[in-house]
């Protein structure tokens, strides 16, 4: 999962055709740093993008992400309304080999509890979760993360 840093606040400053530029350029980016065929690069919403790399180990995800963060910082869209004074993402990642049962929810949970994780501790940031058990801990930090992981993980019990 990629997201805009801040990017109401883009919005609010520069206006929604600057906005709708900016994604256009974020995502030519995205697509840039994607070399295989069976990769995906799509818009999830918003200012959000997902990136599902099949047959991907934990480490090679990483690089790619990695990559694709500098490759948009390297755009040098200014934004004075973000902290580095220009666009940047956060990007949470999960790499799994999924289970018997397990569905793409699975993944995409990980994933949104790992981005929020990179926007809690700074922006301009990656992370990464493997498994419910570490979303629960990286949510232990903050009711607010808690509350978040609940709602991501479909789980009631506080």
Not at 14 to 31: I, S, T
Not at 131 to 156: D, F, M, P
């Amino acid at each position: 999962m990629i997201d805009l840093d801040n990017f109401k606040q883009f919005n609010d400053l520069y206006g929604h055709v600057a906005g709708d530029r900016c994604l256009c350029a974020v995502a030519e980016a995205l697509g840039s740093q994607v070399h295989r065929p069976d990769d995906l690069v799509a818009r999830f919403g918003g200012e959000e993008f997902a990136l599902l790399l099949s047959h991907t180990t934990a480490d090679g995800a990483h690089k790619v992400v990695e990559r694709i963060r500098t490759a948009i910082f390297d755009l040098g869209i200014g934004h004075l309304g973000n902290s580095w004074t220009c666009v940047t993402v956060s990007i949470g990642f999960s790499a799994i080999t999924p289970a018997t049962g397990d569905g793409q929810s699975r993944l995409i949970q990980l994933a949104d509890a790992a981005l929020y994780q990179a926007k809690s501790g700074g922006r301009n940031r990656v992370e990464s979760i493997s498994s419910i058990e570490g979303a629960q801990v990286a949510a232990g930090h903050s009711a607010t993360a808690r509350n978040r992981t609940v709602r991501i993980l479909g789980r009631s019990d506080r």
